[in-house]
Structures are given as C-alpha cells and as structure tokens.
C-alpha cells in the first residue's frame, strides 16, 4: 500500500498541488451565535468564536467549509483545529474535550476528502493542523522578568503529543504546524510527532510553516527564514513554507530566500492582503492569483493556498493560475555545516 507521505510526493511531482484556504474568517462570515458553538456539551464557560468546538457541536458547519474548498480545487484539507490544544481550550473551559474535537474534526475532513477523490480519482490529502498555542518557550511575558515562562519544553510537548495523536487517530495524513511564531515551539511540536512515530511505529510526516512578524522577514523569536530552515530541517518534513504573516506582495522576497535553500517541498499560503481598519480584506481573487502564479511562473514553490481572509473563490482562481505550470525543483544544496541562531550561519564544509 503506498503511503500518504510517497502519493503526496507523486502528485507534487506531477504538479503544483493546491492547500485550502482560511478556515477561522469562513466561519466568521456565518455570523454564528454562542447557542451554535455550545451547542449541548453544557459547559460553562461562553464558547463564542471557539471555532474547534463546531466539530462536536455544529459539524455540519467545517464539513460545508471542507466541501467547498474541494469543490473550489483544493488537493488539501486543513483539519479545523488550530487551536484544538490543551493550552487554548483552557479558555474556553473545553481542555477535557480536547482528544474528542481533533478526533472528530480529522474524520469530518477525512470523509469529505473520501468522497472527493473517489469522485474524480484525483489524490485528496488531510492535515491535521497544529497552531502555536497562545504560549511561547523562548519569550517572557513579563517584561520585568526576562526569564519568566508560563510553560516549559516538556509540558508543551506533551500538549503537542495529546493533539497530534488524536489528529491521526481521526484520519489525518500529515500533521501540519503551522503560523510558527516561535521557533522553539515548533521544535517541541517536532519532537512530539516523533514521539508518536515511535508509539505508531510508522512514519507522521510532518508539515511546517511559519509565520513572519515584521517586513524584515523574522519570526517572533528573532529568526529570519533561512535561520527557521536551519533550525528544523533535521525533521526532514515533507512540506516547509510561510502562511499568514502578510499578503502575497510583501512575502515574495522571503518565498525566494527559502525556496533556494530548503531540500523540501515549499508550501506557502498567505492572507489575501493586509486587514483594512475594520478587520476585513478587500483583495480580491483575481489579484491573490495573479501575485501568487508570478511565483509558481519563477519556479520557487510547490504548494499553494491561502490563509486568513482567503475564501472558496480564492482558492479556484488559485488554483485556475496553477494549472499547467510546472511545481519547483528541489534543489540538492552543496555538503556543508548550518547552523541558526537568530542568523543563519553556513560553517565551511
């Protein structure tokens, strides 16, 4: 039986393979009440906005978001769990669901990427998203306490651990953490999947992604791409890229930096644009596509898609100026030592 790892591999030889797009600003659109996210469960905490949650409460809500993303072109479903930790739940009062929400929201897409491509025949892919927590490892939230954490390394695995195994238990191919903000939380997310890759004894490819704070092209925690690269590449992911972060226009030189050095697959899907002063973006299909196709024509990505503010109809003009280009080549980088602190480093080989 081919693994989902070496069919994805297949399909992206072939061509440019299509990620969704914004799951959180879909379901915002829906206008939904604080009835539709509790639903039944009676707990007692407001669950306003806890978007995981409609898994078990309103699951008809992700598996209509799902369909239409598959219906638009996608190759890829990204699991509505982005915040489906113990850590974030912990908000809502919903930490003791937690194993239930990924479980459930992984069959819903699981199912629905099923039906798709026994419909055409056409590979469909599942990944089970994994977001950064609201917690971070390498900053102090207290200015007057430097070196003051709310978490340690081994909570935070365990954390990753929890999700990332019930993420595979309901269906997912890949385990995808995404919108890294601090890179030493996706180290933790990185040995949590190892973990389980033990456990499983079979292979949990991994996605990464990560976010860029500021136009200089760094992270939170101060790293540039290249440095993120460096710093994770030993996991040897099937995917590395960028998401979120800013609109396609101001990604574009760091979707070059990364594609030339990186011995993977890029993926990258970004904000259609930047949120005006309500909140809201106003760019459209058309213009997403077009900056988006310039990098595909370039040669510098793999993966394609689209984070916050992204709908359906982004996603098949996406995936109209995909069609026929060829994916990126992954390039073969010379033998030599690299390292990252907040920089790259390249020692002589």
Known sequence: ??????????????????????????????????ADYAGSLGLARDQKGNNDILALTAPHVPEGIHRAYFEAGADIASVNTFSANRISQAD???????????????????????????????????AGSIGPTNKTLSLSPDVNDPGFREIDWDFLVEVYHEQASALIEGGSDFI??????????CKAAIMAVRQLERELGRDVPLMLSMTLTDLSGRNLSGHTVEAFWYA????????????????????????????????????????????????????????????????????????????????????????????????????????????????PFVMAA
């Not at 009062?93 to 419909?119: C, K, P, Q």
């Open 176 to 185: 995808l953490v995404e919108t890294v903000f601090d890179t030493l939380n």
């Open 92 to 126: 809502y009062g919903a930490e003791h669901l937690v194993r239930e929400i990924n479980v459930a929201s992984a069959a819903i897409a699981r199912r629905v990427a099923d039906e798709f491509a026994a419909g055409d025949g056409r590979p469909r892919f599942v």
């Open 232 to 343: 994770v590449r030993h996991a040897r992911p099937l995917t590395v890229g960028l998401n979120c972060s800013f609109g396609a226009a101001q990604l574009r030189p760091h979707v070059r930096s990364l594609s030339a050095i990186a011995d993977t697959l890029i993926m990258v899907y970004p904000n259609a644009g930047l949120p005006n002063e309500l909140g809201q973006y106003d760019e459209l299909p058309a213009e997403t596509a077009a900056m988006l196709r310039e990098w595909a024509e370039q040669g510098l990505v793999n993966v394609l898609g689209g984070c916050c503010g992204s709908t359906p109809a982004h996603i098949a003009a996406i995936a109209r100026a995909a069609a026929g280009l060829p994916p990126r080549v992954v390039p073969a980088p010379p033998a030599g030592t690299r390292l990252a602190g907040l920089e």
């Open 1 to 34: 039986m081919t693994s989902a790892r070496d069919l994805f591999l297949a399909e992206a030889a072939k061509r440019i393979l299509i990620n969704d797009g914004g799951f959180g600003t879909e379901i915002q659109r829906l206008g939904l009440g604080e």
